[in-house]
Structures are given as structure tokens and as C-alpha cells.
């Protein structure tokens, strides 16, 4: 079983910032790529970012390119988000979740409950 448990959210004013981070329970947490998501009620969930395995490579949604950065400790099994420069548009539940391989393949197989991020004009 593999548990994923994500916290620092909260509310911060535009231009503020946030990180998240995303700690991981269960086997070969270093095995797995990783990635975050976020929702907003009523639409579809969101690719924002995602890390391969040996945290050498990154990727970014192009709405979040440039502010966000992902990065993972694994001897601590966490993966962050670090949120810069927020945007009332950036509010949102934010999720990570493990891909099925070692490098991003976009299949995940497990998800967090989510963290609430609002952002205030």
C-alpha cells in the first residue's frame, strides 16, 4: 500500500508564495516518478508539474513555467512544490501523485487528498 499525504497550502496574497509538499509511505518511493495536479470544482483536474525518478528531470505545465519548481528529497520520501509569484488563477486543490515508471509516462497509480491553495487579489 502507498500512501501519499500532501500539506502547505493555505492563503496567500497575489505575488506571494507558497511550497508544498508531499510525503510519500511505502515501498521504492525512489522508483517512481512523480507528479502535482490541481482541480477547481466544476472542471477537469490540471497537470502542473512532474519529476523522473532521479529527480534530473522536470516538467511544467506552460501556466505555471517559470514560477513553479518541483523537486524531491528521497531520502526523506517528499516531493515539494515550490510556488512563486502566485496568481488568483493558481487557486486551486493541489495533488500529487506517483507515475507507473521511474520516467514521467503521464499513467499515475496513486493519489493524495489534496491540499487547499488560495490565492487573494
Known amino acids: 500500500q502507498v500512501q501519499l499525504v500532501e500539506s502547505g497550502g493555505g492563503l496567500v496574497q497575489a505575488g506571494g508564495s507558497l511550497r508544498l509538499s508531499c510525503a510519500a509511505s511505502g515501498r521504492t518511493f525512489s522508483s517512481y516518478a512523480m507528479g502535482w495536479f490541481r482541480q477547481v470544482p466544476g472542471k477537469e483536474r490540471e497537470f502542473v508539474a512532474a519529476i523522473n525518478w532521479g529527480g534530473s528531470n522536470t516538467y511544467y505545465a506552460d501556466s505555471v513555467r517559470g514560477r513553479f519548481t518541483i523537486s524531491r528529497d528521497n531520502a526523506k520520501n517528499t516531493v515539494y512544490l515550490q510556488m512563486n509569484s502566485l496568481k488568483p488563477e493558481d487557486t486551486a486543490v493541489y495533488y500529487c501523485?506517483?507515475?507507473?515508471?521511474?520516467?514521467?509516462?503521464?499513467?499515475?497509480?496513486?493519489w493524495g487528498q489534496g491540499t487547499q491553495v488560495t490565492v487573494s487579489s
Open positions: 501523485a506517483r507515475d507507473r515508471r521511474a520516467y514521467y509516462s503521464g499513467d499515475y497509480d496513486y
